[in-house]
């Protein structure tokens, strides 16, 4: 059966560095999204990707935060400058039609 | 007004019994309704979507939708320990992105 994938799983950096949290979505999936999940605290969307463009993005999803599909089956989010509030689960899903579908997420610890 | 609410629990029950899961949602206009479970320190795992007035079976599982009330619930039937599990409601809201909107999820713990 088709799944999301993430990598890497645990990802630890220090306060300031950049990090790059990859997913491959389903094949045939046209919708991506970039989703958080603070130690205790609900599933945040962050940002939808569809057509190599993003169509909607959280208050959350600011300057430091960016996104690409640099191939047919990458999907990245990069966080320029992590601070320690960036310490948490950041799961990838795909959807093909209304369903969406969650990768296994990436541990981000920021020291 | 939080966008989905639900009871945090933990909602107890017997091996055996029914589960039941409650989700009230604040935007009128929302069509897809969807319940995630979610073990601990592991990513959400879609058990059902309804998006019609009324119930959708599918196992043990029922999601019941009730859109005039802004309602949507989960019952689980013959509760295992294995069920014991966050319970995430997600709501897709008007916009057309498909951004899914989370509630705080519902803690079942079932006991042998």
């Known amino acids: 059966e088709p799944e999301v994938t993430q990598t890497p799983s645990h990802q630890v950096t220090q306060m300031g560095q950049e990090v790059i949290l990859r997913c491959v979505p389903i094949s045939n999936h046209l919708y991506f999204y970039w989703y958080r999940q603070i130690l205790g605290q609900k599933v945040e969307f962050l940002v939808s990707?569809?057509?190599?463009?993003?169509?909607?993005k959280s208050e959350i999803f600011d300057d430091q935060f960016s996104v690409e599909r640099p191939d047919g089956s990458n999907f990245t989010l990069k966080i320029r400058s992590t601070k320690l509030e960036d310490s948490a689960m950041y799961f990838c899903?795909?959807?093909?039609?209304?369903?969406?579908?969650f990768g296994p997420g990436t541990r981000l610890t920021v020291l | 007004q939080k966008e989905v609410e639900q009871n945090s629990g933990p909602l107890s029950v017997p091996e055996g019994a029914i589960a039941s899961l409650n989700c009230t949602y604040s935007d009128r206009g929302s069509q897809s309704f969807f319940w995630y479970r979610q073990y601990s320190g592991k990513s959400p795992e879609l058990i059902m979507s309804?998006?019609?007035?009324g119930d959708k079976e599918d196992g043990r599982f029922t999601a019941q939708l009730n859109k005039a009330s802004q309602y949507v619930s989960l019952l689980i039937r013959d509760s295992q320990p294995s069920d014991s599990a966050t319970y995430l409601c997600a709501v897709i809201l008007s916009s057309n992105t498909g951004k899914l909107i989370f509630g705080q999820g519902t803690t079942l713990q079932v006991k042998p």
């Open positions: 309804i998006y019609s007035n």
């Open positions: 899903a795909s959807r093909g039609g209304l369903e969406q579908f």
């Open positions: 990707f569809y057509n190599n463009e993003i169509s909607e």
